[in-house]
Structure formats: structure tokens, C-alpha cells
């Protein structure tokens, strides 16, 4: 291949890869503003559905392009229905919000979650969920959710970890909705740091006060060859409207109620 040639093919090479590079960066922006832009719709009715929730704090924005999109939200989300309160000082959301793409939401600085269907509020210094969601209903109302439902949808829960003082669990399972369209969801976890708070309370209030309670943990617990210590697992699972930590119900939950499709008015005559 004489030089004229040669130097005519690498610029044609060069030209072509460009070429591709830009087609290839603009299908991925396209993609990124339009994933960030549909999250953000779902959000802005989120914020402005007064009638069910009550929302302190700016609805958050997707950042980041051209890498990963984030969002940062500080507030405290009510479900009014439910009584369901969640406080945090920092929600961390990262991931494209498209099927099947790995999402995580990372509470750095803790969350407090309180509800009427608890005894007491749940107060973690640490929460992390990282999974993976279906398409989303068309929206919220019974027909369309009892649409979607019937497609099998299920949110996969590739990773869960809590901390609350000395316990430290992580887990992971599937949250769906069943027939009724009512939660339903199963999550295995592995609870580290039952045995320290044991001692603690022993230290406290005696050790006949958590006799039974260590005497039940010492018969279900293993130890980690790895790092020593002690560990047991269990399943936390939502079915019938109820929540059960393994065998267990540990409390009810309330009915959701989808709302119902507005009847579309007749044409004028």
C-alpha cells in the first residue's frame, strides 16, 4: 500500500470511529435524559399527591450526566393511610431508573421509621437497599395495578443491610404484590451482634433477666469461621398482611387501598 493510500485508509479508519463514538454517546444521552426525566415525573406526582402523603423536603433531582445519575433527598415522607412516617437526614439514590437496572438507595446518617402497625419505632444508624425493579405500573389506580400484578412484576432485593447500635443484619429476597394486591415479600438475612447486646443486657440487668432469650439464641446461632463470630439467620416474611419473623406474626398490616380509575365522561351529543 503506497503512503497516499495508507494515510487515506487511517483517515477513513479515524473517521469512522468518530463517527461511531458519536452516534454511540448520543443513543446514551438521549437514553439518560429520557430514564432520569421519567423517574422524575413519578416523583413530582409523589410530591404533589396531598391526599395520601404528606412530604417535608424538596423533591429531589437526577444528577450526575454523563455518569450515574444521583439524587439526595433530607426529610420525612408520611403515608397518611397508614400512619407510615419515615425520617431521614440523608437519602442517597444512585442508578439509571430503568428495568432490571441495579438501583440503591444508601441512608449514611440513619432512618427512623414509625407506622401504627408497629409497637415501637425503628431507629437505624445505617441502611443500605440495593436492588433491581420491573416496569412500573402505568399508574397507581386498582386497574392498572391489578394489571401489572397479573404480569408477575417483582422488585428483586439484591442486598439489604441494617445497623441499629450493636446489631448488624444483611439480607436479601423479592417484594411483590399477591392476588389481592396486598404486599408480599421474602427476605433471608444473616444478624450479627445478638450475642454482645446479650452481654450487655446481662451486664445490666442480670444475666437471669436474658436467660431464655440467650439460651434460645445460643440453640439457633453458628459461627463464622472467617471472622469468629457469632451469627444467626432467619427469614422476614410479608404475606396475608402480616409480617413474620420466621414462624412468627409479629404484627398486622394495613389494607392498601388502589384508587380507583375516574370513569371517562360521555361524549356531548
Given at each position: 500500500m503506497t503512503a497516499p493510500k495508507f494515510k487515506k485508509f487511517i483517515t477513513g479508519l479515524l473517521l469512522t470511529c468518530s463517527a461511531f463514538i458519536l452516534v454511540v454517546f448520543t443513543i446514551y444521552s438521549m437514553a439518560w435524559y429520557?430514564?432520569?426525566?421519567?423517574?422524575?415525573i413519578y416523583l413530582d406526582a409523589l410530591w404533589s399527591d396531598k391526599a395520601d402523603f404528606t412530604i417535608s423536603g424538596e423533591c429531589p433531582r437526577l444528577r450526575g450526566y454523563p455518569f450515574v445519575?444521583?439524587?439526595?433527598?433530607?426529610?420525612?415522607?408520611e403515608h397518611l393511610a397508614s400512619g407510615t412516617k419515615i425520617v431521614t437526614p440523608q437519602l442517597i439514590f444512585s442508578g439509571f431508573p430503568a428495568p432490571q437496572q441495579t438501583l440503591t438507595l444508601n441512608a449514611p446518617q440513619?432512618?427512623?421509621?414509625?407506622?401504627?402497625?408497629?409497637?415501637?419505632?425503628?431507629?437505624?444508624?445505617?441502611?443500605?437497599?440495593?436492588?433491581?425493579?420491573?416496569?412500573?405500573?402505568a399508574s397507581n389506580s386498582y386497574e392498572d395495578i391489578s394489571a401489572w400484578q397479573k404480569k408477575g412484576r417483582t422488585f428483586i432485593i439484591e442486598q439489604i443491610i441494617l445497623k441499629s447500635g450493636?446489631?448488624?443484619?444483611?439480607?436479601?429476597?423479592?417484594?411483590?404484590?399477591?392476588?389481592?394486591?396486598?404486599l408480599?415479600?421474602?427476605?433471608?438475612?444473616?444478624?450479627?451482634?445478638?450475642?454482645v447486646l446479650f452481654d450487655d443486657l446481662a451486664?445490666?440487668?442480670?444475666?437471669?433477666?436474658?436467660?431464655?432469650a440467650r439460651n434460645f439464641f445460643n440453640m439457633m446461632s453458628q459461627v463464622d469461621e472467617k471472622t469468629g463470630e457469632k451469627y444467626f439467620e432467619t427469614s422476614l416474611k410479608i404475606q396475608n398482611r402480616g409480617l413474620y419473623f420466621g414462624p412468627m406474626r409479629i404484627s398486622g398490616l394495613p389494607e392498601i387501598?388502589?384508587?380507583?380509575?375516574?370513569?371517562?365522561?360521555?361524549?356531548a351529543q
Open positions: 429520557t430514564f432520569t426525566k421519567r423517574a422524575e445519575p444521583t439524587s439526595t433527598f433530607s426529610g420525612e415522607v440513619g432512618i427512623r421509621i414509625a407506622s401504627n402497625f408497629l409497637e415501637r419505632e425503628l431507629n437505624f444508624d445505617y441502611a443500605y437497599l440495593q436492588f433491581k425493579s420491573p416496569t412500573l405500573p450493636k446489631i448488624y443484619a444483611r439480607g436479601e429476597g423479592t417484594l411483590s404484590l399477591d392476588d389481592n394486591l396486598q408480599s415479600g421474602n427476605i433471608t438475612a444473616r444478624v450479627v451482634g445478638m450475642d451486664a445490666e440487668k442480670g444475666e437471669r433477666t436474658i436467660a431464655i387501598k388502589w384508587k380507583q380509575a375516574q370513569p371517562q365522561a360521555l361524549p
